[in-house]
């Protein structure tokens, strides 16, 4: 008999390598500081490893209950009422995820139906738009303004549809680094009033916001946080992206179907880690302290790229750990292609934006992730300035 494997037809026929990976590859074999993937280059807080390590010997073992461990689920309600003035009934409204793109998942599988269509606002996490084809829905793109990335509600507005189902809207933004304000939140507030449109919030920068401004999370806002899903990532706030913890808050109504959902995907999340995290969280100081240690990062980043031609965009910095710059004065390169230039010949690593948008749009801005180690900015730095 001979082998013959079936020939599948692809789910997500779309979908290749990333660019994170191609870049990563790249600067690997160039020995070039990477600058491009968003994760830190530096460890957690001993103190929540101790933690970790305690609820092992504790014997935390075994399978937690599906929603999550009670205790962090009580300190995840408590922080978002503190931070934000709503309360979220953690019996019923919080429930723990296997990292912020399990919970983006499930939250679309929960409620996208076949042919309902899906707002997203481009450029996007690149995440988004396959979900969306995995539940059968359809992804329409509205952009962001080019170069300040501010949301335009009138495109938004003519967007929708009698199938919108739900919209994305993810702030802290990647990859621009903007922030949403306040007005911004009440005008999206104000466009879904009439409508039945669901909103999945993607937060999980909500501690990395600077220059004294306020997170505007969904939670602050009635009319939104009535429809609205509220990811948050503990592996972005405590620097341990690859534990994949993260949060998502709903009312009980959505909350119910998300977890309909959620027991048969992932069912269950890390348990010492739950535990670990539940302790962690006794303590404010390490996430309220967050945007002082990532401004200081951005300010240091920022005040290096001053010696070299790039251009720092307005807005962008605002937020996440990401750094956007306008290229037009150092190259006549495209996006793609000058972050490749920029990795074999200056030794250091970034990501075209036109790798966020569906149709690959060029503005001639690249990002940069300033979330290392203040040598590997530094390092980075000094080869930038040849620029």
Same mark, same amino acid.
């Given at each position: ?22 870049? +990563? ?10 600058? /491009?993937?968003?994760? *830190? ?10 933690? @970790? ?13 599906? *929603? ?28 723990? #995820? ?17 042919? $309902?269509?899906?707002? @997203? ?15 059968? /829905? ?8 080019? @170069?300040?990335?501010?949301? $335009? ?7 929708? #549809? ?8 993810? +702030? ?5 680094? #903007?922030?949403? +304000? ?49 990811? &948050? &990532? ?11 913890? /993260? ?36 303590? *404010? ?17 920022? +005040?290096?790229?001053? /010696? &070299? ?55 001639? @801005? ?22």
């Amino acid at each position: 008999m001979t082998e013959r494997t079936p020939v599948l037809a692809s789910r997500l026929p779309q979908v290749g390598t990333t660019i994170f990976s191609v870049m +990563s590859a790249l600067a690997s074999e160039h020995g070039a500081v990477n600058l /491009g993937q968003g994760f *830190p280059d530096f460890d957690c807080d001993p103190r929540l490893q101790d933690a @970790v390590t305690a609820a092992m010997h504790a014997g935390h073992n075994q399978y937690p209950p599906m *929603p999550g461990v009670p205790a962090l689920r009580d300190a995840v309600a408590a922080k978002m009422e503190a931070l934000h003035g709503r309360r979220y009934n953690p019996e019923s409204e919080i429930t723990v #995820t296997a990292g912020a793109t399990q919970a983006i998942l499930t939250a679309i599988l929960a409620v996208v139906h076949p042919g $309902d269509e899906v707002i @997203v606002l481009d450029p996007c996490y690149d995440s988004y738009v396959p979900n969306i084809a995995l539940a059968g /829905g359809v992804a329409v793109r509205v952009p962001l303004t080019p @170069v300040s990335f501010r949301p $335009d509600f009138g495109r938004i507005a003519a967007a929708i #549809t009698p199938r919108t189902r739900a919209i994305i809207v993810n +702030s802290p933004h990647n990859p621009s680094a #903007t922030v949403w +304000s306040e007005g911004e939140m009440r005008q999206l507030e104000e466009l879904l009033a009439p409508t039945d449109i669901l909103l999945i919030s993607d937060e999980v920068y909500e501690h990395m916001v600077f220059d004294g401004a306020t997170h505007q999370s969904a939670a602050r806002f009635a009319g939104l946080a009535a429809r609205a899903f509220i990811v &948050s &990532s503990f592996g972005k706030t405590f620097h341990v992206t690859g534990w994949k913890v /993260g949060t998502v808050a709903a009312p009980a109504p959505l909350t119910d179907e998300f977890r309909k959902v959620h027991q048969f995907n992932v069912f269950t999340v890390n348990t010492p880690m739950q535990h670990g995290l539940a302790d962690y969280l006794q303590d *404010p100081a390490p996430y309220l302290q967050l945007p002082a240690f990532y401004q200081a990062k951005r300010d240091l980043f920022r +005040s290096g790229l001053a /010696g &070299s031609r790039l251009r720092l965009l307005p807005g962008s910095g605002a937020g996440s750990y990401f750094q956007c710059v306008d290229i037009s004065a150092v190259s006549d390169l495209n996006e793609a292609d000058f972050c490749q230039w920029l990795t074999r010949e200056i030794g250091v690593a970034a990501i075209p934006l036109s790798a966020f948008y569906g149709d690959g749009f060029d503005q001639r @801005v690249v990002r940069f992730c300033f979330a290392k180690k203040d040598e590997t900015l530094r390092a980075a730095l000094e080869r930038l300035r040849k620029l």
